[in-house]
C-alpha cells in the first residue's frame, strides 16, 4: 500500500494535479465523471450535454463531452491545450490540468506538470502499459512530481479481472524503477476503475470486490498539499523595495520593506537572515501583508519584510535565513525543455530568468538529449529542437542563488528568453 493511502485529509487545502492518457483511455470521460459524481456540472451545462448526447443516439449522459470543445480546438490546429479545470468538496479545492498525450505536445505537458503536486497517469486495461504511457511517466518524474495514482481504466471491457489489473500493476513498477520514478518522498498508487460506469472513482462500486484500496478521490482527498510533507529551506526573492518618499506619516519616513513572495520555508521576526549575492546579514523587524503585522509567515505568502539594519538590496536579490544560505553561483547544469520553434544556438546569448532575477547566459556544453519515449539518452549534435529535451550546462554573466529542482521545485527551475524577440524558448530544472 501506497503511503498517501495512510496520510489524513488536509482540509481547505488546494491540490494540484494533472491528468494525461493517450486518446483513448478515457481521460475525458474521467474527468467528466469526477465532475458529474462530485455534483460540480453547472445545471445549464448539465443539460446541453443531455441533449447533445440524445441527439447522438446515446442512452446516457456523454460525460466527455465536458472537454469536447478542448479537442475540437486541437483538431483546428489551435496549440494552447492544456484546459484547467476547477471544482471542490466540502473538503478541499482542486485544480486540473487536462495535459495532452501526443510526443508533439511535450512542451505544453512539462508546461501542466510544472505546478502539480498528483499525477493521474491513465492506462487502457486491454492495452497496457503503453510508449505514451512511458512518456507521461518520465515527463512526471522530470519535473518532480511527488505523487503518481495510476488509473487502470476500462476495466469493465476486461471483465473487471484481477489478473489483468495485477499483470499492469506489475509492468509499471518494472518501469518505474527503470526511471526512478519510486525514490524518497515519491509514491505510486495503483487504481483499477470504469469512468464509464463510474465504479472506483467516487462511488465504490459493486465490480471489484477484490480491490480495498481507496477511490480515486480518497486518493485526492487525502494527498498532501504542497510544501507541506517536509521541511524546506526559507527562499524569499525581492519583488520590490517598498520607500515611501512623498508621506506625512513620521512612521513611514524611514520605511524600507522588502516585498515580494515567500516561495519556501517560513520566517519569523527576530530570525537571522542574509542578503544574497551581497552577503550581508541583519534580522528580521517586521512582517507585514498590507497594514497586518505577523509574527510568522510561510510559503506562497506575499509579504512585506522589514530589516533592523539598513543593508543594500534590491529587485532580483534573495533573502535567506543565516544558517541555510545558498552559494551564488556563475555557472548551473539544468535539464532544458526546449520550447521553441526556433532552435537552440549556443553561438546566441540568452537571457535566464529565475526566481525575480535575471543573467545574461551562454550555452558551456550540450551533453546529451533525451528521447521522451524510451528515455534513452543520445547526442544532442549542438542544437535543441522544439520539444526537445536535454542536459545543457549554461555560463552566466551574473550571479544566481539556485537549489536542486529536487530540492526545491521553485528556485530550481528557471526559463530561458530569447533577448532579441523577449519570447520564452525553454524551461529548465536545475540539477545537483
Known amino acids: 500500500m501506497s503511503k498517501i493511502e495512510n496520510l489524513p485529509v488536509h482540509n481547505d487545502s488546494l491540490l ?14 474521467l474527468i467528466g465523471r469526477l465532475l458529474f459524481d462530485t455534483k460540480t456540472i453547472l445545471a445549464d451545462t448539465l443539460t446541453q450535454m443531455e441533449r447533445t448526447s440524445n ?38 479545492k482542486y485544480i486540473i490540468a ?27 486495461a486491454r492495452k497496457g502499459v503503453l510508449t505514451q504511457t512511458r512518456r ?7 519535473v518532480g512530481i511527488p505523487h503518481i495514482v495510476v488509473a487502470i481504466n476500462k476495466m469493465d471491457l476486461v471483465d473487471y479481472s484481477q489478473a489483468e489489473y495485477e499483470r499492469i500493476r506489475a509492468s509499471y513498477l518494472e ?57 524546506e529551506s526559507f527562499r524569499f526573492p525581492v519583488q520590490f523595495v517598498c520607500r515611501p518618499h512623498a508621506s506625512d506619516n513620521p512612521e513611514l519616513h524611514d520605511f524600507r520593506g522588502f516585498m515580494g513572495r515567500i516561495e519556501s520555508g517560513d520566517i519569523t521576526v527576530g530570525d537571522e537572515v542574509t542578503a544574497l549575492p551581497s552577503g550581508l546579514s541583519s534580522k528580521v523587524k517586521s512582517i507585514q501583508i498590507g497594514e497586518e503585522k505577523l509574527q510568522r509567515a510561510i510559503t506562497e505568502q ?23 544560505a545558498p552559494e551564488p553561483v556563475k555557472q548551473i547544469n539544468a535539464m532544458v ?5 526556433t532552435a537552440l544556438s549556443p553561438a546566441r546569448t540568452y537571457i535566464i530568468r529565475h526566481t525575480t532575477r535575471e543573467s545574461k547566459a551562454k550555452v558551456g556544453e550540450i551533453a546529451y538529449k533525451i528521447d521522451v519515449n524510451t528515455t534513452e539518452k543520445l547526442s544532442a549534435e549542438g542544437s535543441l529542437s522544439m520539444n526537445d529535451i536535454a542536459s545543457i550546462s ?11 529542482y529536487t530540492t526545491n521545485r521553485a528556485t530550481g527551475a528557471f526559463i530561458i528568453i530569447d533577448e532579441s524577440t523577449n519570447n520564452t524558448v525553454g524551461a529548465g530544472m536545475i540539477q545537483a
Request: contains cysteine; proline residues 3%.
Open 394 to 404: 549554461f555560463k552566466l554573466a551574473q550571479p544566481l542563488m539556485v537549489d536542486a
Open 337 to 341: 525543455c526546449w520550447l521553441s520553434e
Open 55 to 92: 441527439k447522438r443516439g446515446l442512452d446516457v449522459v456523454d460525460l466527455s463531452l465536458l472537454t469536447d470543445g478542448l479537442q475540437a480546438e486541437r483538431e483546428q490546429g489551435i496549440t494552447i491545450d492544456v484546459a484547467y479545470r476547477y471544482f471542490s468538496t466540502g473538503t478541499r
Open 136 to 142: 507521461h511517466s518520465y515527463l512526471a518524474q522530470l
Open 16 to 29: 494540484r494535479f494533472m491528468t494525461c492518457g493517450s486518446v483513448d483511455d478515457g481521460k475525458s470521460t
Open 175 to 231: 518501469f518505474a524503477e527503470q526511471i526512478g520514478l519510486q525514490r524518497a518522498g515519491h509514491d505510486i498508487t495503483f487504481v483499477p476503475m470504469s469512468a464509464l460506469n463510474g465504479d472506483m472513482l467516487v462511488d465504490r462500486g459493486t465490480s471489484m470486490p477484490w480491490y480495498q484500496g481507496p477511490t480515486m478521490l480518497e486518493l485526492l482527498e487525502s494527498a498532501p498539499a504542497a510544501h507541506s510533507e517536509q521541511h
Open 302 to 324: 506575499s509579504v512585506t519584510i522589514l530589516l533592523e539594519d539598513e543593508i543594500d538590496i534590491s529587485r532580483g536579490d534573495m533573502i535567506v535565513k543565516k544558517s541555510d
Open 98 to 124: 487536462d495535459a495532452p498525450g501526443h510526443e508533439q505536445y511535450t512542451r505544453n505537458m512539462v508546461t501542466a506538470a510544472s505546478t502539480a503536486n498528483l499525477a493521474i497517469i491513465l492506462i487502457d
